[in-house]
């Protein structure tokens, strides 16, 4: 790394940084699931010599990028209802199937997006929980808790500036205990059954970031995956 | 079920449905959505209907426009909030529609249960979400798991790509999504095609759902991009 | 009927009798499953215009007649293990699925050999009860309880004359109330929660069968279906 | 699962098999018996195995084989019992092989729930015989049933005909039979194929077991008669 990249990791990380981050930290081979929202921009940052699959929860393996205007084709969408294509190697199957294959543990990695995640793990990514809302779940739940490991990316706060990582959710869960590691514009944050550790800062101060979200984080653990 | 029956029609195809009928409906956003066949159960008049679909329709299409007229009483779906799902949000906030929220996979599961007679499941899926609340519960080798009874129907109506002379039916990419085990989980399954083909031009290996699942097809020219596509 | 027929009614019915009358009772365009054994032999008495569809356990349906010697193909295999061959129309689907379909409720006829049957229907097929026996039940317990309709195909007595239609089978069961009608050489008779019911009689009379069996035999039904 | 590797043998695919694995070996009579591997098995030396199968071997097969020489602590399995299985039915008897028979059905479904992720399911099979006996069993809508766990698996060993690059594999006709659970069902699955295609040559709505469950491919030039039918 030269000493202008090592600078530039001490400003907050754009959203496309955060998403070439979790990109780089996903194994080469991997089947991967990506969510709706801030997760796919992922996709644009997996190298095809990488060997990784994407799974789309609605009945595909093998997906490939948006396709041209002329090639859209309304029987070939993902989990967002967005047009996709099909890449060699790609196979198709009914939504049983799908999730058979997310619950019994076949995705390596699944990167979701996140309303709070707890110091522990949980996840609530479902349900702003405001009372006049219509409620909407799709896979979540099932992403959430099915994949081997699944990692958050999203913003370290709210618009209006509340924390998202917290010691306890106060919106309605999505999963508990799933999440391993949360990627932000500020921090990489292991989360789990020993709490939250801090592995990578960026444009903040271990004290800082404590004070920031009101929490007690473990020391820097450096950078593992 | 018995052999597969051709109709003329959507609405031949659909036949009675009652008053008070699970009706299964396939698709997932456009892809594999039985758009005739929903249409045709507009015309019927079916009402206190309880639909079990993933979405709960779009803009003004037939499945929003059966919502809007009051016909459905219950949707069980995983995801009915869209940009354009005015109808039922509107329904669902007046109290119009009830609705049962369930995560997508468990909806599958418990759909294809139905199809498989199995009498229930522990699922992990859920376990402590709000959509779990007041469920049965056990830990199975140190895995909180929640239990989840199967989804049966009186008709299922899905979208296919080609239909063989005894109902042998192929889809085409993600509209696959919920064809085959809704035709499985209802009583009578109704199964809109672009195509029917002779007996024996469907390879006995590429079959997705076998015609003992199927009891009526009706061939829908459909889709010109579709169509367009096929033959290129 | 004839004279002629009505008369040979009246004498025990050969195999190949048992098995076109089991074959004639099928509804047309049903979907069926033969056991091994006996209920094989009802295969060579469906017509072919009949839309009468014939499922394997092992994971076809469309399954055809013995293939000639030259064509035996040793990945086309009943649930017997024996050469079969596949019909225009035939899918193939894995053992889950093949299952499911069976436990479902999606066959519409089973026909299945039996060691006993109870006047209620439970059916006794898989076991000798002999302790030195290696046990096997392959699909029986499934295919007894998981088809609409469940009919067993037998001689009356076994061969050292003992009844095989009894009050309560002494035999390891299969499955419980399961059993519909049985066609044995002597009669066809009803089963289930109201008792055994002769449906028709050939070459003996209600007094006698009673008597041979030690059971209390319903009235004669009719031929129904 | 990471993207299937191709080994150049039978022994190389199998890969290390501890002493006390679980192993599924996949096959229903002659059809979709992994021989090959299940010879790279007995010459690996793997022992105190718990195998899972619908069958305990025929005549001097290399599952027979396995039995016959010990190597075979307990047999999961729906129909040990053959005209040939002689081996099978010796140790047996002679108590050097445990049994644990299970209805064919609920041997399937238990192999799909453990891929599937369901920890465990009613089943209304097997009620109130001698093989649901001490199993917990509750009654659902009218009709009992038996709770039955899933089978996990170290390893499963299956049969297909052509697998491309990335592993996707399809079967050949009544061949298919455990493959595509077993496959699934284990944290290691070793695959013997006949032929290996370029990836794009299989047709993705015809895709039976994604390569998403294979770890390992080994291609067997295998069976002449099948490779003449292919061409045919």
Known sequence: ?225 | MSAARFAPSALDALGDVADGATVMIGGFGPAGQPTDLVEALLEQGASDLVVVSNNAGNGDDPLARLIQRGRVAKMVCSFPRQVDSWHFDSAYRSGAVELELVPQGNLAERIRAAGAGIGAFYTPTGFGTPLAEGKEHRRIDGVDHVLEYPIHADVALVRADRADGVGNLVYRKTARNFGPIMTAAARRAVVQVREVVPTGTLDPEAVVTPGIYVDAVVEIAGNATIAMKESA
């Not at chain 1, 940084?17 to 990506?34: C, F, H, K, T």
């Not at chain 1, 996140?114 to 110091?119: C, E, H, R, W």
């Open chain 1, 1 to 225: 790394m030269t000493t202008t990249e090592t600078a530039a990791r001490r400003a907050p990380l754009t959203k496309a940084q955060i998403a070439a981050r979790v990109a780089d930290e996903i194994p080469d081979g991997s089947y991967v699931n990506l969510g709706i929202g801030l997760p796919t921009l992922v996709a644009d940052h997996l190298a095809t010599g990488r060997g990784i699959t994407l799974h789309t929860e609605n009945g595909m393996l093998g997906m490939g990028p948006s396709p041209e205007p002329d090639d859209v084709d309304p029987d070939l969408v993902n989990a967002g209802k967005i047009p996709v294509t099909e890449l060699p190697g790609a196979s198709y199957f009914h939504q049983a199937d799908s999730f058979a294959m997310m619950r019994g543990g076949h995705i390596d990695v699944c990167v979701l997006g996140a309303f709070q995640v707890s110091a522990t793990g949980d996840l609530a990514n479902w349900s702003t929980g405001a009372p006049d809302a219509v409620p909407a779940v799709g896979g979540a739940m099932d992403l959430a808790i099915g994949a081997r490991r699944t990692v958050v990316m999203m913003n370290l706060l709210t618009k209006d500036g509340r924390p998202k990582l917290v010691e306890r959710c106060t919106l309605p869960l999505t999963g508990v205990g799933c999440v391993s590691r949360i990627y932000t514009e500020l921090a990489i944050i292991d989360v789990g059954p020993d709490g939250a550790h801090v592995v990578e800062l960026f444009g903040t101060t271990h004290a800082e970031l404590e004070k920031m979200l009101g929490l007690t984080l473990g020391p820097t653990l450096g950078r593992t995956r």
